[in-house]
C-alpha cells in the first residue's frame, strides 16, 4: 500500500484552482492539517499523521473506505466483518475502523472535518462514503480529543472530499474471486466547473458486492474445517431426531433421540433407529452449507459540494452526502429443540413445545419432543440503511494591525434511517397450533388443526388461520405439510420489521489568527464552541419485544444527550534559526465539555515539534481523552443471544483440563456459583457436548444497558522524529513511539471475557450471580446478563516506521518504495479494578477478547512509472498468532496443540494452538489511453495464499480470522476524463 509521508499533510488553499488574485483581495488561505485548528502555512506538524492521496487510493485494488482504511498496519481487527454473518443489532451492514486494536468506538470519522453521524451504539459507519468524492484520507495516529471531543482516545480518520474539480470523469470497476463468485462492480461519475465566483463539485456512485459461500471455502465448508469433516456438526439436524418411546429404538444415554431411516414409516418402529454418535454425521446437521461467508452489500451514493464567495473575504460553503445501503445476510434455518421459550408459554404450561399426542402425524399418543433444524427456510436478514446529511458554512477572513484572522460558523445535520427485514424464526404462537392437534378432514382431504370438524381453525396462514406441521418428514423430501409447503411456510415464519433512527445535529464557531509576533514568528490561537445533540432509536419487530418467535428478543433503545464544548488552542514559535534549533514550537490545547447525560470534563493536548536542523524534525505529544457512553451504552433494551464461548469448566476442553488452579476454582464454587460436577463437559445446542469451540450454546443469555456508566478517560503519548535527509533527495524515514492507557474503560462484555475472569484470572467479583448462573446439579450455564460496564483498564504501546524514497529517474522508469510497519509492544488489559485480578496480555493472542491484535503489522508497496505505463506491488504482512487449543486435547497436546506446555503470566499453564506469519501480495498494471483514460488491471492476493485454521474465530462465524483474504481477487478499472 503507498502511503503518504508520515507526519506529513496536505495544504488546501480555498481559492478556485488556477485563479489571479487581485493586489487588494485578502485570500482566505486554509491549510488543513487533522490534529489542530490553527491554520498555518508549515505543513509539517508534532502530530504523526499518515495521508494517503487520491492517486494512492486509485492503486490499490480495493473499492471501498473501509477496505483501504483496514489494510493500514494500525489497524486493529474489524469489530463486525463481512465474515460476521450471525451478529445481529442496528450494526449489521456496517463498515467500521478499529485504530490501535482499542475498539472503533474509540476512533474519531471525520468527514471533512466534521463528525460523521454514528448508530445508537456511537459507531461510525464508512460504507456510507463514496470513494468517488474522496480527496485524500488523512488518518491521526494519536489522542485528539482536546480537539474534537468525545471518541479521539487511540486516532482520528479525517475524509476529506474533492473540491474545485473541473470538468467531468466516470468511472469502472469490475471484479471476482479466482472461485468464480463474489463478484463486485462499482460505477461512478464525477462532475464539476469553477468561477470566480463559487465552484459545485457532484459525485455519483453504485456499489454491488455479491455474497460468498461457505461451502465454497475449505476453512469454511465444515464447523472445524477440513482438517475436522465430522466435528461440530449439531444433533439438531434438518433431519429430525426425535424422542421416542423405547419401543422404537434404545436411545443412547447420550442424546436420548432416535432417527427415522430415510424413507422410513414413522409409525413403524422397525424404520428408526438411535441418532448417530458426536464422530458421525449421518442425523447431524452442517449448518455452514446454508451460511454465507461473507455478506452481500448494494450501496447508491450521492455527494455534493459547492462554495460562494458572497465577497472578497467571506465565503459560503455547503455539501451534501445521500447514501443508501442495503445488505443482505444468510444464516441456516433455525434449530428448533425442546427448551424453553420464556415469556412464551405453551397452552399446556410446560414452557416446552412438543408434537401433541393429538396430532394426525403423532403415531405414538404420546407427546414427543425434538430436534429440528428449518433448513427449508433459512434466516435471512436484510439491513437497509439511508444516510442524509447536509452541512452549511459561513466563513471569512480580516486582519487586525499585521495579523490575520479567520473566521467560520456553521453546522450539519446527519440522519441514518434503518429498516432491518428478517425472515426465518418460527412463530411460537403458530408452532403451537402446528404442533397441535389436527385431524384429517374428509370434506377436503386436508389434515386441519382441531379435534374434529366442530373444533376446526381455517386451514392457510392469514390471521386466525392454522396449518399443521409434520416434523417427520425431512429436508429435501417435500410435501404437504413439510416445511417444503408454501403455505406451512407462510404460517410458521413471518416476516419481522425492525426501524431505526439517529439524528445528529451540530453547530459550531471557530476563531483563528495571530496575535503577535514573537522572535521566532506569531503567536497564534484559535479558540471556539461547539453544540452537539445525539438523539436515537431502535425499535425491534413486537414479535421480538413480546419474545413470541425464536428470533432474539430484544428491548426498544431510545433516548438522547446533548453537549456543549468551548477549545483553546495556542501555537508559540519559541526558537527559530539558532544553533541546534532551526525551529522549536509548543503547541496546547484544552477543550471544556458538559454533557447532559453525566457532567463536565476537561481535557488538554501538550505538543512540541523540534527540528535540530533542516532535515531532521523530532516531535511529541500528551494528550488526555475521553470517550462519553453511547445511546445505546446508556438507554439500550435487553436482548437476547445464543453466545458462543468456551466454558474454561470444561474438564476435556477448557482450561481445566490442564490448569490445576482452574480446576480448584471450578469444582469449589468459587465466587459464590455451584461447583461444577467431575467430569463436567460444556453443552451446546441440542445439549449435546461441544467438540469445537467456541461452542455455541442452545440456552438463551440476554445483554443490555447500563445506564450508571461514566466516561472513559485515557492518557495517549507520542515521541517520534521524521528524517528527509538533504543528501539523499526524496527519501523521508519515520519513527513513532505510542502508548495510550484508557482508565475506567467502558467495555462490553461477552460470555467468554466473564467466565475466563472469573476462574482463569480468579476475579471473583466477576463470578457474581447477577452475571451469570449455573445449574447446581449439571454445572451448565443457564442464565448469564451482559453488557457495557467501567472496570479496569487497557493499556497499548508500540512503535510506527515508516519509509518512503522516489528514486531518482532512471532510463526504464520511475521507482517509488512506500515501507509502513506498525510493531505491538504490548496490548494489555485488566478485566476490573480488584488489586488481585491478573493483568492479560492480549498482544498475538486471539480468541478470549476482541481487542487482541498481531504483534507486527507491515505494507511495503513498490510503484513503477515509464511514459503511459505503470505498475505497483504491495506486500501485507501480518505476524503469528496464538489461541486456547480446543483440538486434539489430549495428554501432552496433540498435532494442533503445537504448544501445549506453555505457560502464561496472566493464566498460567494453558495450551495453545500456534500458527505462523502471513503475507498477501497485490499487483497491479495501469497504461494511461491517448484517448485520457485510465486502464488498470490488478489482482489482490494475488498468489492465493489462505491464512491459517483459527479455532477461535476471530471476528468471524468461521474459523479464520475475518481480516484476511479469502482467494484470488482479479480485477479490472476503467476510468474516463472528459
Given at each position: ?6 507526519g ?23 491549510v488543513?492539517?487533522t ?9 509539517e ?5 499518515i495521508?494517503?492521496d ?5 492503486h ?7 477496505d483501504?482504511?483496514?489494510?493500514l ?6 469489530p ?10 442496528e ?12 475498539g ?34 488523512e ?7 482536546a480537539?474534537y471531543?468525545?471518541?479521539?482516545i ?8 474533492r473540491?474545485?474539480?473541473d ?5 469502472a470497476?469490475l ?28 459525485s ?11 461451502k465454497?471455502r ?6 472445524d474445517?477440513?482438517r475436522h ?5 449439531t ?20 442424546y436420548?433421540?432416535c ?6 414409516d ?20 452442517n ?15 450521492l455527494?455534493v459540494?459547492?462554495?460562494y464567495?458572497?465577497t ?8 451534501f ?5 442495503e ?8 434449530p ?5 421459550y ?36 433459512p ?17 471569512g ?17 446527519n440522519?441514518?434511517?434503518t ?5 426465518g424464526?418460527?412463530?411460537?404462537t403458530?408452532l ?8 384429517l378432514?374428509?370434506?377436503t382431504?386436508?389434515?386441519?388443526c382441531g ?7 381455517p386451514y392457510g ?5 392454522c396449518?399443521?406441521?409434520?416434523p417427520f ?30 439524528r ?12 503577535l ?5 506569531d503567536?497564534s ?10 438523539s436515537?432509536s ?22 438522547e444527550?446533548?453537549?456543549k464544548?468551548y ?9 527559530k ?5 532551526k ?30 536542523f533542516?532535515?531532521?524534525?523530532i ?21 437476547g ?17 490442564t ?32 467438540t ?8 438463551q ?22 528524517y ?5 533527495q ?16 467502558i ?48 493499556d497499548?504501546k ?21 515501507w ?32 487482541s ?5 507491515s ?9 503511459d ?23 501432552g ?6 504448544l501445549?506446555?506453555?505457560v ?5 499453564a ?13 499487483v ?18 494475488v498468489?492465493?495464499h ?17 481480516g ?8 479490472l ?6
Amino acid at each position: 500500500m503507498a502511503l503518504g509521508a508520515s507526519g506529513m499533510a496536505f495544504a488546501q488553499d480555498t481559492k478556485p484552482a488556477g485563479q489571479a488574485q487581485p493586489a487588494n483581495t485578502k485570500t482566505l488561505q486554509t491549510v488543513v492539517v487533522t490534529g489542530s485548528r490553527i491554520r498555518s502555512a508549515d505543513i509539517e506538524t508534532a502530530q504523526p499523521i499518515i495521508v494517503m492521496d487520491r492517486t494512492q487510493i486509485a492503486h490499490q485494488g480495493f473499492n471501498s473506505v473501509a477496505d483501504i482504511l483496514q489494510n493500514l498496519p494500525q489497524a486493529g481487527t474489524p469489530p463486525i466483518s463481512r465474515s460476521s454473518v450471525l451478529a445481529s443489532g442496528e450494526a449489521v451492514g456496517g463498515y467500521y475502523i478499529d485504530m490501535r486494536s482499542l475498539g472503533a468506538n474509540r476512533t474519531l470519522i471525520l468527514l471533512n472535518g466534521k463528525r460523521l453521524g454514528t448508530i445508537t451504539s456511537g459507531l461510525q459507519d464508512l460504507s456510507q462514503i463514496p470513494v468517488a468524492a474522496i480527496d485524500r484520507i488523512e488518518v491521526l495516529k494519536d489522542g485528539a480529543s482536546a480537539i474534537y471531543g468525545s471518541d479521539a482516545i487511540a486516532g482520528v480518520v479525517n475524509i476529506i472530499t474533492r473540491k474545485n474539480f473541473d470538468g467531468a470523469e466516470a468511472s469502472a470497476y469490475l471484479g471476482q474471486y479466482s472461485q468464480g463468485d463474489g463478484d463486485k462492480q462499482t460505477y461512478s461519475m464525477t462532475m464539476g466547473a469553477h468561477s470566480d465566483k463559487g465552484s459545485i463539485t457532484f459525485s455519483a456512485e453504485y456499489s454491488k458486492e455479491d455474497p460468498v459461500w461457505a461451502k465454497d471455502r475449505d476453512f469454511s465448508r465444515y464447523p472445524d474445517t477440513t482438517r475436522h469433516p465430522q466435528d461440530g456438526w449439531t444433533v439438531v439436524s434438518q433431519y429430525g431426531n426425535f424422542f421416542m418411546p423405547d419401543s422404537y429404538c434404545t436411545p443412547s444415554p447420550r442424546y436420548g433421540t432416535c432417527a427415522l431411516n430415510p424413507g422410513g414409516d414413522p409409525a413403524n418402529p422397525a424404520d428408526w433407529h438411535t441418532t448417530s454418535g458426536p464422530d458421525t454425521t449421518p442425523d447431524h446437521s452442517n449448518a455452514n452449507e446454508e451460511m454465507m461467508l461473507t455478506t452481500g452489500i448494494e450501496r447508491h451514493s450521492l455527494f455534493v459540494s459547492g462554495d460562494y464567495n458572497i465577497t472578497d473575504n467571506i465565503k459560503f460553503s455547503s455539501d451534501f452526502l445521500y447514501n443508501k445501503r442495503e445488505t443482505t445476510q444468510q444464516v441456516a434455518g433455525y434449530p428448533f429443540q425442546p427448551a424453553f421459550y420464556l415469556p412464551f408459554t405453551p397452552p399446556d404450561g410446560r414452557g416446552v413445545i412438543g408434537l401433541s399426542p393429538g396430532s394426525y402425524f403423532n403415531p405414538t399418543g404420546e407427546e414427543i419432543d425434538f430436534y429440528r433444524r428449518g433448513w427449508e427456510v433459512p434466516r435471512v436478514t436484510q439491513m437497509d440503511l439511508a444516510t442524509y446529511r447536509f452541512s452549511g458554512t459561513l466563513e471569512g477572513s480580516f486582519d487586525i494591525g499585521e495579523h490575520s484572522w479567520n473566521w467560520d460558523i456553521g453546522g450539519f445535520v446527519n440522519d441514518n434511517e434503518t429498516l432491518q427485514t428478517g425472515h426465518g424464526d418460527f412463530s411460537l404462537t403458530s408452532l403451537t397450533g402446528a404442533l397441535g392437534p389436527s385431524f384429517l378432514d374428509p370434506s377436503t382431504g386436508l389434515v386441519t388443526c382441531g379435534t374434529g370438524p366442530d373444533n376446526a381453525l381455517p386451514y392457510g396462514s392469514a390471521p386466525g388461520s392454522c396449518v399443521p406441521w409434520n416434523p417427520f418428514i425431512p429436508a429435501g423430501q417435500g410435501g404437504k405439510n413439510s416445511l417444503s409447503d408454501p403455505t406451512l411456510q407462510a404460517y410458521l415464519f413471518p416476516y419481522s420489521h425492525d426501524v431505526g433512527k439517529t439524528r445528529t445535529v451540530d453547530y459550531s464557531a471557530n476563531l483563528t489568527g495571530s496575535v503577535l509576533t514573537l522572535p521566532a514568528g506569531d503567536l497564534s490561537v484559535a479558540a471556539g464552541f461547539e453544540y452537539r445533540h445525539e438523539s436515537g432509536s431502535f425499535v425491534p419487530d413486537a414479535l421480538k419485544q413480546s419474545a413470541l418467535s425464536t428470533d432474539l428478543s430484544s428491548g426498544p433503545t431510545g433516548g438522547e444527550y446533548n453537549v456543549k464544548e468551548y477549545y483553546v488552542e495556542v501555537e508559540a514559535p519559541l526558537l527559530k534559526d539558532v544553533p541546534f534549533a532551526k525551529s522549536l514550537t509548543a503547541n496546547v490545547a484544552s477543550r471544556y465539555s458538559d454533557y447532559s447525560s453525566f457532567g463536565t470534563t476537561t481535557n488538554n493536548k501538550y505538543s512540541l515539534a523540534w527540528k535540530p536542523f533542516d532535515d531532521l524534525l523530532i516531535r511529541g505529544t500528551y494528550a488526555q481523552g475521553f470517550r462519553a457512553p453511547t445511546i445505546f451504552d446508556l438507554f439500550g433494551g435487553i436482548g437476547g443471544t445464543f453466545d458462543s464461548y468456551n466454558d474454561p469448566c470444561d474438564t476435556a476442553n477448557g482450561a481445566a483440563a490442564t490448569n490445576p488452579a482452574v480446576a480448584q476454582r471450578c469444582a469449589s464454587g468459587f465466587g459464590g456459583q455451584p461447583g461444577t460436577p467431575a467430569g463436567f463437559v460444556q453443552l451446546g445446542q441440542g445439549n449435546a457436548p461441544c467438540t469445537t469451540f467456541p461452542c455455541q450454546s442452545g440456552v438463551q443469555t440476554f445483554a443490555g444497558a447500563n445506564p450508571n456508566l461514566k466516561p472513559e478517560t485515557s492518557i495517549s503519548r507520542t515521541l517520534g522524529a521524521v528524517y528527509s535527509p538533504s543528501w539523499l533527495q526524496g527519501l523521508d524515514l519515520s519513527l513513532d513511539m505510542y502508548r495510550i492507557r484508557v482508565n475506567n474503560a467502558i467495555t462490553p462484555d461477552t460470555m467468554s471475557a466473564m467466565l475466563s475472569d472469573c476462574y482463569v484470572l480468579g476475579a471473583a467479583s466477576r463470578c457474581n450471580s447477577s452475571l451469570f448462573q449455573r445449574n447446581p446439579t449439571t454445572g451448565v450455564v443457564t442464565y448469564a446478563l451482559r453488557g457495557s460496564r467501567n472496570a479496569g483498564w487497557v493499556d497499548t504501546k508500540g512503535y510506527d516506521f515508516g519509509v518512503n524514497y522516489r528514486l531518482p529517474e532512471f532510463s526504464f522508469g520511475k521507482f517509488a518504495v512506500h515501507w509502513n510497519s506498525t510493531y505491538t509492544d504490548y496490548l494489555d488489559l485488566k478485566a476490573d479494578d480488584e488489586p488481585t485480578t491478573v493483568v492479560q496480555h492480549l498482544t498475538s493472542f486471539f480468541g478470549t477478547n476482541p481487542e487482541s491484535n498481531f504483534r507486527v503489522r507491515s505494507n511495503l508497496g513498490v510503484d513503477w512509472s515509464l511514459g503511459d505505463f505503470s505498475a505497483s506491488w504491495t506486500t501485507r504482512y501480518y505476524s503469528g498468532m496464538k489461541e486456547p487449543c480446543s483440538q486434539d486435547n489430549v495428554p501432552g497436546g496433540g498435532p494442533e496443540c503445537n504448544l501445549p506446555d506453555y505457560v502464561s503470566p496472566s493464566t498460567g499453564a494453558i495450551r495453545l494452538h500456534s500458527v505462523g506469519a502471513n503475507t498477501f501480495h497485490d499487483v497491479q498494471f495501469r497504461w494511461n489511453a491517448p484517448w485520457n483514460a485510465t486502464v488498470s488491471v490488478g489482482a489482490n492476493n494475488v498468489f492465493g495464499h489462505v491464512g491459517p485454521v483459527m479455532y477461535s474465530a476471530p471476528s468471524s462465524q468461521y474459523s479464520y480470522y475475518g481480516g484476511f483474504d479469502i482467494g484470488r481477487f482479479y480485477y479490472l478499472r476503467y476510468n474516463q476524463k472528459f
